[in-house]
């Protein structure tokens, strides 16, 4: 009897101890956990580590993580690069704000929004070979007060998204279409063919940060005045319903909204039925940006998918009428605060690596199906670039001088949000024009 | 005599150490400091990296100015409302069902829990798929006037796809919590009611219920608490939309710290909502309490 008692006492124990030990090992796998991303630096005793926040985009981070571990293992400036895994639900002050208050901000962070929060602990560029080899006006939108606080990773563009095979049935040419009218009719040729003309997604964001800067940047045909227009919002000066860009973009909006695909909504998983709508030659249209390719590729390997303008005015002269919009989605920004010397060092070889070798732009710019990551390069010297249908016909503009400033990009954090909750209601029927445009102003002031 | 008493005082502070510090060095630790670090926080120009000066109560002045930290309020207390009523009359009516003396129904409580064990994502996906995809699919094959369109996309029908989700994911916890009070009800007391000839819903009302007001207690506390500092479910079922109209309070506190970057506004958004949540649960508990029959 007492024997069994010992002996059940200690299966009780070895359970019990299993079962805590278990816990710990499970508690450890936390969302901010570090991840070693190769073998030690060639030829070097102590390398420098180099931590990253984040995988730039979550499209291409298996790409990123074996282009770092690629760097790690052939390098020889005694650099090792750690990538901080960043949590995708949580906002970028989220997952960065608790690193530096721990003392281990991450030496390299990449962002576009929260650049200006940043600011005041990041590294100046200017001077540094690599901010000179950026293309012209890549670096505008990170240069605050005079300091370059990042460095571009590629350009993306959004506008129109179309399936060539479906255009082609329908006879429409998307050269041709230069004015708001040629678009209808162009919408009216594809419903001819008896599908739906466009799937208009009304994802928060697809509305809140790239459909609102179509207003923005036809709003004026120079920068300065275009940021001054933004200015005057801030300050809550601006009349938008007595701007006349803003009434064709008004049109605009009702036009896409009256031949969108009924599959079109405003929940969080519409940007899935669009890749399938236009993939599969349900829609001849989307309005959505270049980094659906991969997804709209993938549904349709043989297909091709352009992008073109959304021309707004019924001028085909007006400004912006034949432009697509092209801005930067992110930049490099290298701690000051919290890092030494040799890491900010190591950080810049690191970049170097990837925009000014042979084997780091075949990881930069290469296809996705070599362990690439497709990005379009805008530093000069570059021998690689991306072969798709979709990034020659953004070459095509690009080179024509017809690229559209990103002026979402100058959007204060947060405000994305509030543009995005404005334009559904106006999206679901639920806001008039004077209601719409009263939350826009609105959404400044807050 | 004296030498006695104050030894088992030593012997039952050591005791007490034995088990209890680690736990309240824990406690201090990661509750009791952050949360008065966080109330200092609240009377400073704290911009999430560092504090440069003290503000006074200018942080509370612009939380009370501020129209959608009302808006979130008003919804939260209205799905505290629906989801305290709800739960707790699902969660009680499961525990009567389960304590039903039939062979097998034991079975039926775990399957009744198991919903309270999943969250986040999962419980995101599997509800977007429901309201998305499978009730209108079936609406449209059966001509079911309800479920046409999506639930997660208008304001009204988002408020109580949210109640819902909060009701299947609350009441297997709640139905534990009531079986076990009813488990405890001595059953010389059931069976003195049986031959005093009264009715099962007469024995439910009068003695049932008032012998287990302790479990009452504790649920509401838990559905109160739970309801008000809700997360989750609402940012897993649709991010607090339709345009930010079903933001409840924790996603709003959120939201303007980290996704707006109003760090010191939103921690004291967060103080008022702690004492808010403190003073309703203070309440219920003390008229609860009342309730109790001492044995």
């Known amino acids: ?446 | 005599m004296a030498n006695r008493s104050t030894r088992t005082r030593v012997q039952e502070l050591k005791r007490f150490g034995i088990f209890a510090l680690v736990p309240l060095f824990i406690f201090t630790f990661v509750l009791v400091v952050p949360f008065f670090r966080g109330v200092f926080l609240t009377f400073t120009d704290w911009d999430g990296f560092e504090t440069t000066s003290i503000v006074g109560f200018d942080n509370y002045f612009l939380a009370f100015q501020d129209e959608a930290f009302w808006a979130s309020m008003g919804i939260t207390l209205a799905y505290v409302f629906a989801s305290l009523i709800l739960v707790n009359l699902v969660g009680f009516g499961l525990a009567l069902l389960v304590t039903i003396p039939l062979k097998g129904v034991n079975v039926l409580r775990t399957f009744f829990f198991v919903p309270n064990l999943i969250g986040g994502v999962i419980l995101g996906l599997i509800w977007q798929f429901i309201f998305g995809q499978a009730l209108p699919t079936m609406a449209e094959q059966f001509d079911l006037p309800f479920f046409q369109e999506n639930w997660l996309v208008t304001t009204d029908t988002a408020f109580w796809a949210l109640v819902l989700v909060t009701v299947w994911q609350m009441s297997g916890y709640m139905m534990i919590i009531y079986v076990t009070g009813l488990m405890s009800i001595e059953k010389d007391v059931l069976e003195a009611a049986l031959v005093d000839g009264a009715t099962g819903l007469r024995t439910l009302v009068s003695i049932k219920l008032p012998l287990m007001a302790q479990a009452f207690t504790i649920s509401l506390f838990l559905t109160i608490r739970n309801a008000f500092m809700a997360y989750d479910v609402n940012i897993a079922l649709n991010n607090g939309g339709p345009y930010r109209s079903t933001e409840l309070i924790s996603l709003h506190v959120f939201r303007d710290a980290f996704g707006f970057g109003n760090f010191a506004t939103g921690q004291s958004k967060a103080v008022i909502m702690f004492l808010i949540i403190a003073i309703a649960a203070l309440t219920q508990v003390i008229v609860s309490k009342r309730f109790e029959v001492q044995r």
């Open chain 1, 1 to 446: 009897m007492a024997v069994l008692r010992r002996s059940s006492s200690a299966l009780v124990g070895i359970v019990a101890s299993a079962l805590v030990l278990s816990g710990c090992a499970a508690g450890s796998e936390s969302t901010t956990t570090e991840t070693s991303s190769g073998a030690q630096a060639v030829g070097c005793e102590t390398p420098t580590t180099v931590t990253m926040l984040g995988t730039i985009k979550v499209e291409i981070q298996d790409q990123f993580k074996d282009a770092v571990a690629e760097y790690n293992s052939s390098n020889s400036d005694c650099v090792e690069v750690k990538i901080i895994e960043s949590a995708a639900d949580q906002t970028f002050l989220a997952n960065i704000t608790p690193l530096y208050e721990a003392g281990e901000a991450p030496v390299i962070s990449y962002t576009l929004q929260e650049l200006p929060d940043m600011a005041p602990r990041v590294m100046d560029w200017t001077g540094n070979p690599l901010a000179e080899l950026a293309a012209a006006g890549t670096l505008d939108t990170a240069t605050i007060d005079g300091k370059i606080l990042g460095i571009p990773s590629t350009v993306e563009a959004f506008g129109l998204l179309y399936n060539k095979d479906v255009l082609d049935e329908a006879g429409v040419d998307p050269a041709s279409i230069k004015t708001r009218d040629d678009l209808k009719a162009a919408f009216d040729a594809v419903a001819a063919t008896g599908r739906d003309a466009i799937h208009f997604s009304g994802l928060w964001w697809s509305l809140g940060a790239h459909f609102t800067n179509i207003y923005h940047t036809t709003a004026a045909d120079n920068r300065d005045d275009r940021m001054a227009i933004l200015d005057e919002l801030k300050a809550g000066t601006y009349d938008l319903s007595s701007d006349p860009a803003f009434v064709n973009w008004l049109d605009t909006f009702d036009l896409l909204k009256e031949y969108s695909s009924s599959d079109a909504s405003i929940a969080d998983d519409d940007y899935d039925k669009g890749v399938f709508n236009l993939a599969d030659g349900e829609v001849g249209f989307w309005f959505m940006g270049n980094w659906a390719e991969p997804n709209l590729l993938g549904e349709l390997p043989e297909g091709s998918f352009g992008v073109m303008p959304v021309p707004t005015s019924n001028d085909p002269a007006a400004y912006g009428n034949d432009g697509i919009s092209v801005g930067v989605p992110g930049y490099f920004m290298i701690d000051e605060e919290q890092s030494t010397a040799e890491e900010r060092e190591g950080a810049v070889a690191f970049l170097s690596w990837f925009l000014t070798t042979p084997e780091g732009q075949a990881r930069w710019a290469g296809p996705v199906e070599s362990g690439g990551m497709n990005f379009i390069p805008v530093y000069s010297g570059f021998t690689v670039a991306p072969e798709t249908f979709m990034a020659g016909v953004i070459s095509e503009y690009v080179n024509a001088g017809k690229s559209l400033q990103w002026v979402n990009s100058a959007y204060p954090a947060g405000l994305q949000e509030n543009y995005g909750a404005a334009a559904q209601k106006y999206y679901d029927g639920n806001s008039n024009r004077a209601a719409f445009a009263a939350e826009l102003e609105a959404a400044w002031v807050k």
